[in-house]
């Protein structure tokens, strides 16, 4: 079993940061996708930024320029730093980890942005 937990949403003012952490822990073996994924109330989960294979990340279109995905392999963390965020942005955000065998998904975090 592989856990997911994740901190730093929280309230901010648009055009303010925020930096989410997600920490994985438990039989990681590979990892094949790591990243993050949002849900905004009435809206379906979707894809913010993620990692493959620990090489390649990959963003949506609402994230490019605005938002970076980041890690420390050493400690099994992704952070993702968003900047210039916007009203829109308000979501839960779920950490999520792909190992090949399955899908994992934190607790989520939620950011609010609102002034």
């Known amino acids: 079993q592989v856990q997911l937990v994740e901190s730093g949403g929280g309230l901010v003012q648009p055009g303010g940061s925020l930096r989410l952490s997600c920490t994985a822990s438990?039989?990681?073996?590979?990892?094949?996708?790591m990243g993050w994924y949002r849900q905004a109330p009435g809206k379906e989960r979707e894809l913010v930024a993620r990692?493959?294979?620990?090489?390649?990340?990959t963003y949506a279109d609402s994230a490019e320029g605005r938002f970076t995905i980041s890690r420390d392999n050493a400690k099994n963390t992704v952070y993702l730093q968003m900047n210039s965020l916007k009203p829109e942005d308000t979501a839960v955000y779920y950490c999520?980890?792909?190992?090949?065998?399955?899908?994992?998904w934190g607790q989520g975090t939620r950011v609010t942005v609102s002034s």
């Open positions: 438990g039989d990681i073996f590979s990892i094949t996708t």
């Open positions: 990692f493959t294979s620990h090489i390649t990340a």
């Open positions: 999520n980890l792909n190992d090949g065998l399955s899908i994992y």
